[in-house]
């Protein structure tokens, strides 16, 4: 099935749609429109079934095929929320909500789910029924782990469940791997308590500046010579926060970072080496300090057979050739990881092409690639539910 004319058809319908989710991105949670819209849109290309308030602001719409004997059921993953961003792009349908920002592409992951979703009630050519995901609050909020909460794979009866994310990689090319294939996202607060004190009189003080700069160094000794080197582990810090004026050593700091790692060995091995090494570099200068570690969204591990499934129907559209099966891991995390601990299932990389990357002010998503996520979607559908 390379993309089919119907799919070829949708094209500029599914553009418009991109560039309007585009120009009115909402974030988190926080989606009245977004679901609306969604669900408007559900109910327009003919689902059998629209359901909203799934993990608070989710939206699921169900397609029956001409047959349902099969009893298997199927579903699609896309998540809906924007970024906190100010967007540079300049482009005509550029967002008009100030400080928030589709950069990561969820607009065209909503298009293209809905176009493959009118492709398929349309043509209904598949023995099972296909349950559309629209997902709420992936950029950190945890909405994965909330629609499972609220019961999404049990009420619809999901058996399998997948997901598709654009990437920077050549256009017309799908990633797809077994596996870990991407990082679990922890966040950490470390707050240091010394003794504040006069800019003049140091020796009076216990300077929590100097001791917060002195733990941001010691923690990345815990990748060099804890972790093993053949394992993968990253500690940023991102935030530091301390003091209000020129000549006053305040009394606390407070910073903040992330911590990413591929394996639960090991990231449990770094929480306790930061815990142990941030409160030892704070005594050692006489001052406190506490670690507050908060688990994010788990590894994406995807299942070894729902990923043959997933490579199999990218290269039905692309071709073998174009579906790299050895992309390492990356770094980066995705909360479909919640659904994939609950169903087994697959999360593979759309090449978009692109000079800016994801959460860039000045990125923007791919409309070329609309028709090839969309046909995916129809494929992955009718080969894992044969009519």
């Known amino acids: 099935m390379p993309i089919v004319n119907r799919i070829a058809g949708l094209h500029d319908e599914a553009t418009r749609w991109r560039r309007d989710f585009h120009a009115h991105p909402e974030l988190l949670f926080d989606l009245p429109r977004t679901s609306r819209v969604v669900a408007e849109r559900l109910a327009g290309i003919g689902c059998d079934e629209v359901v909203t308030g799934i993990g608070r602001s989710g939206v699921v719409g169900v397609i029956r095929g001409r047959s349902t004997a099969?009893?298997?059921?199927?579903?699609?993953?896309?998540?809906?929320?924007?970024?906190?961003?100010?967007?540079?792009t300049g482009l005509p349908y550029a967002?008009?909500?100030?400080?928030?920002?589709?950069?990561c592409g969820h607009d065209g992951h909503m298009a293209m789910l809905l176009g493959a979703g009118k492709y398929l009630a349309e043509t209904r050519h598949f023995d099972g029924t296909a349950v559309l995901i629209f997902q709420p609050a992936e950029e950190g909020g945890g909405g994965a782990r909330e629609m499972v909460a609220d019961g999404l794979m049990e009420r619809f009866a999901i058996q399998e469940v997948y997901g598709m994310h654009n990437s920077p990689d050549p256009v017309g090319t799908f990633a797809v791997?077994?596996?870990?294939?991407?990082a679990a996202a922890d966040r950490?607060?470390?707050h240091v308590e010394g003794k504040g004190g006069h800019a003049a009189r140091p020796h009076e003080a216990v300077d929590t500046v100097l001791v917060a700069s002195q733990i941001v160094i010691a923690v990345q000794s815990v990748l060099?010579?804890?972790?093993?080197p053949l394992e993968s582990a990253v500690v940023s810090i991102c935030a530091f926060n301390?003091?209000?004026?020129?000549?006053?050593?305040?009394?606390?700091?407070?910073?903040?970072?992330?911590?990413?790692?591929?394996?639960?060995?090991?990231?449990?091995?770094?929480e306790q080496r930061l815990r142990t090494t941030i409160e030892d570099t704070a005594a050692a200068y006489g001052a406190t300090a506490t670690l507050t570690y908060t688990h994010g969204a788990p590894m994406v591990v995807n299942h070894a057979d729902e990923s043959e499934h997933a490579a199999l129907a990218a290269a039905d559209i692309v071709g073998i050739g174009n579906v790299r099966r050895d992309k390492p891991p990356s770094m980066g995390s995705e909360d479909f990881s919640f659904m994939l601990e609950a169903r087994p299932g697959c999360m593979v990389g759309i090449g978009q092409g692109g000079a800016f990357g994801v959460?860039?002010?000045?990125?923007?998503?791919?409309?070329?690639?609309?028709?090839?996520?969309?046909s995916y979607w129809a494929r992955l559908v009718e080969t894992r539910m044969p009519a």
């Open 242 to 270: 301390a003091g209000f004026t020129d000549n006053v050593i305040p009394q606390t700091a407070d910073l903040m970072g992330s911590v990413r790692t591929l394996s639960k060995g090991v990231q449990a091995l770094v």
């Open 359 to 374: 959460h860039h002010p000045a990125y923007d998503f791919n409309d070329e690639i609309l028709p090839i996520g969309m």
């Open 188 to 190: 950490i607060h470390i």
């Open 70 to 88: 099969s009893g298997r059921v199927v579903g699609l993953r896309s998540d809906m929320d924007a970024l906190p961003l100010t967007e540079i």
């Open 95 to 103: 967002s008009t909500v100030p400080g928030k920002m589709h950069a």
């Open 177 to 182: 791997r077994s596996g870990a294939s991407s």
């Open 224 to 228: 060099s010579r804890n972790v093993d």
